[in-house]
């Protein structure tokens, strides 16, 4: 797999500080995952051979923490706040219509890879929600009409740009 050498490395001096291999596999996937955004098919065979486990090993732990992503991140990161307040002043109408308004799906990044639109929890702005972070980005008092359109505009801005350079 495709790794650098400084994640390779990270790696080779990780395992050995568990008593057994299979213990390491949650620090190999927060590395893989930093490095390349994801956890891919590939990289669940890869670390299930590197700790001597099956892969089914590895990918019940992808799938039984929110953390770990099985999709790309797409090059706008939208992150909706669902956690009490937020959720109380309008999150999941906010999480709806930004569905519609960027057709995308909630927990999954766009086909063409340029929006991924996800719930989170508490971004530490709990009396402006409901919130959201664009990247690292927040805005805030979403329930407010006004609010939404130029946040809105700013995530199209930002994932034309990112397809521009590709
Ligand atoms: S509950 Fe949304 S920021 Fe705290």
Same mark, same amino acid.
């Given at each position: 797999?495709?790794?650098?050498? &400084?994640? #390779?490395?990270?790696? !080779?001096?990780?395992?050995?500080? @568990?008593? !057994?291999?299979?213990?390491? =596999? ?6 893989? *995952? ?24 590895? +990918?019940?732990? =992808? ?20 956690? #009490? ?6 999150? @999941?109408? +906010?999480?709806?219509? #930004?569905?519609?308004?960027?057709? %995308? ?12 639109? &996800? @719930?989170? &929890?508490?971004?530490?702005? %709990?009396?402006?929600?409901? =919130?959201?972070? =664009? ?6 008092? #979403? ?8 946040? +809105?505009? &700013?995530?199209?801005?930002?994932? *034309?740009?990112?397809?521009?350079? !590709?």
């Amino acid at each position: 797999m495709n790794l650098s050498a &400084e994640t #390779l490395e990270k790696i !080779e001096t990780t395992i050995p500080k @568990y008593p !057994e291999k299979r213990s390491a =596999v949650m620090p190999l996937l927060h590395f893989v *995952q930093s490095e390349q955004k994801y956890i891919s098919n590939e990289a669940i065979e890869w670390i299930a051979e590197k700790l001597e486990i099956e892969p089914i090993n590895v +990918l019940e732990v =992808v799938t039984f923490f929110p953390y770990y992503r099985q999709e790309k991140l797409g090059t706008v990161h939208v992150r909706v706040c669902r956690t #009490l307040s937020c959720a109380l002043m309008g999150a @999941y109408k +906010l999480g709806d219509e #930004l569905e519609k308004a960027l057709d %995308c799906k909630m927990g999954h990044t766009k086909e063409d890879g340029s929006v991924t639109l &996800e @719930y989170g &929890e508490c971004l530490a702005a %709990c009396g402006t929600g409901p =919130v959201v972070l =664009v990247d690292e980005d927040l805005y805030e008092k #979403l329930n407010q009409t006004e609010a939404v359109g130029p946040m +809105l505009e &700013e995530i199209k801005k930002r994932a *034309q740009a990112g397809a521009a350079t !590709e």
